[in-house]
């Protein structure tokens, strides 16, 4: 069990992963590492390239240095020095910002592992991540469909899901990463059931709630209209949602997603059950863009996540934003005051 990591301000330590080396990672991490707000939430570490990072601070001309980690957690830094922890044996070979490649999916998968290793010795007491590239990550022999999977391998967790939240809006997904012509055969009872119990996870562990309300999204427009817009609503999620009954879980019955999200906005639902990627990101997207942090509920560790992708078209400008980072430390820090683990990782 990973311990509490603080420092003497009870700030506590976080690894920031420095996600795609091609992409914006590096240098929304770089910003954030110069912003005094991220100084008051926690104790930074940097997982990732050294060299890449200190080229980044040098071309944004930023007033950070970086320094050795030490897991034992009794060194010092002075005034503008951030820790790095560099698990590549190499440095990385040239190239190029904007383009998905092995060499850079390789190096963002070991910033995840290395991550992992250090949470689960009780060296950093949580991660937030910044964003890696599917494509890159797959071209290195990673076949995941993103960090969530990833993580949930490293850390031998059964049962976990994504929840992003935004402004009102706290969202658990059903699906991913999933074309809409493969969706319905994946909406069975089964996975449905397991993110209503991962929402009501969310909500009562990560946000304090005793006993949460859950709207579920319906699949279909008019929530299937009985049938006559589909029967996903009847075969699929009305079963999912008596057996949360059963277990004591207050969820709605399947509503349809152009009133329910509204509804939760206004404070109707403490949480929403998304059916697919698309249906929770777009209203969390219109309602807090730049702001959403990604959550993965289930895992025996803190892991948080900013709410945008590599960014590969502005790669290497200078023009990234680095406002979601924070928020997502801001999530981060705030959970890992009163962590303790989830007991469903053992397989």
């Given at each position: 069990m990973a311990r509490k990591v603080t420092t003497e301000f009870s700030r506590p330590v976080l690894g920031l992963t420095m996600g795609d080396p091609a992409g914006i990672g590096p240098e929304v991490i770089a910003k954030a590492l110069a912003d005094k707000a991220l100084a008051r939430l926690c104790r930074p570490v940097v997982i990732g390239s050294r060299p890449v990072m200190e080229r980044t601070i040098k071309w944004l001309d930023l007033p950070v240095q970086l320094?050795?980690?030490?897991?034992?957690?009794?060194?010092?830094?002075?005034?503008?020095?951030?820790?790095?922890?560099d698990p590549l044996e190499t440095p990385l070979?040239?190239?190029?910002?904007?383009?998905?490649?092995?060499?850079?999916?390789?190096?963002?998968?070991?910033?995840i592992k290395k991550a992992v290793e250090l949470a689960q010795a009780g060296s950093i007491g949580g991660i937030v991540t910044a964003p890696i590239n599917k494509e890159a990550m797959n071209m290195a022999g990673y076949q995941y469909p993103g960090h969530t999977e990833l993580l949930a391998d490293l850390t031998r967790t059964?049962?976990?899901?994504?929840?992003?939240?935004?402004?009102?809006?706290?969202i658990m997904f059903t699906t991913t990463h999933v074309a809409i012509n493969a969706l319905s055969p994946l909406l069975t009872t089964e996975r449905i059931s397991k993110a209503i119990r991962l929402a009501h996870l969310g909500l009562t562990k990560y946000?304090?709630?005793?006993?949460?309300?859950?709207?579920?999204?319906?699949?279909?427009?008019?929530?299937?209209?009985?049938?006559?817009?589909?029967?996903?609503?009847?075969?699929?999620?009305?079963?999912?949602?008596?057996?949360a009954r059963a277990a004591g879980i207050k969820a709605s019955d399947p509503l349809p997603a152009d009133t329910l999200f509204g509804k939760a906005a206004r404070g109707d639902y403490d949480g929403?059950?998304?059916?697919?990627?698309?249906?929770?990101?777009?209203?969390l997207k219109l309602v807090a863009f730049g702001t959403c942090v990604n959550l993965t509920v289930g895992l025996p560790i803190i892991r948080t996540s900013v709410d945008h992708g590599t960014a590969y078209d502005i790669a290497g400008t200078g023009v990234a934003?680095?406002?979601?980072?924070?928020?997502?430390?801001?999530v981060a820090a705030r959970l890992a005051q009163s962590w303790s683990p989830v007991t469903n990782s053992s397989r």
């Amino acid at each position: 069990m990973a311990r509490k990591v603080t420092t003497e301000f009870s700030r506590p330590v976080l690894g920031l992963t420095m996600g795609d080396p091609a992409g914006i990672g590096p240098e929304v991490i770089a910003k954030a590492l110069a912003d005094k707000a991220l100084a008051r939430l926690c104790r930074p570490v940097v997982i990732g390239s050294r060299p890449v990072m200190e080229r980044t601070i040098k071309w944004l001309d930023l007033p950070v240095q970086l320094v050795t980690f030490d897991p034992t957690g009794k060194a010092r830094l002075k005034p503008g020095q951030v820790a790095v922890a560099d698990p590549l044996e190499t440095p990385l070979p040239k190239f190029r910002m904007g383009v998905a490649a092995a060499v850079t999916g390789a190096a963002s998968i070991a910033c995840i592992k290395k991550a992992v290793e250090l949470a689960q010795a009780g060296s950093i007491g949580g991660i937030v991540t910044a964003p890696i590239n599917k494509e890159a990550m797959n071209m290195a022999g990673y076949q995941y469909p993103g960090h969530t999977e990833l993580l949930a391998d490293l850390t031998r967790t059964t049962e976990f899901g994504m929840m992003i939240v935004g402004g009102p809006l706290k969202i658990m997904f059903t699906t991913t990463h999933v074309a809409i012509n493969a969706l319905s055969p994946l909406l069975t009872t089964e996975r449905i059931s397991k993110a209503i119990r991962l929402a009501h996870l969310g909500l009562t562990k990560y946000f304090g709630i005793a006993r949460p309300r859950i709207g579920v999204a319906a699949l279909n427009p008019h929530a299937g209209e009985h049938g006559l817009f589909g029967h996903e609503e009847s075969t699929s999620i009305a079963p999912a949602v008596t057996l949360a009954r059963a277990a004591g879980i207050k969820a709605s019955d399947p509503l349809p997603a152009d009133t329910l999200f509204g509804k939760a906005a206004r404070g109707d639902y403490d949480g929403v059950v998304a059916m697919y990627h698309d249906q929770g990101l777009i209203p969390l997207k219109l309602v807090a863009f730049g702001t959403c942090v990604n959550l993965t509920v289930g895992l025996p560790i803190i892991r948080t996540s900013v709410d945008h992708g590599t960014a590969y078209d502005i790669a290497g400008t200078g023009v990234a934003e680095h406002g979601s980072l924070l928020e997502a430390v801001k999530v981060a820090a705030r959970l890992a005051q009163s962590w303790s683990p989830v007991t469903n990782s053992s397989r």
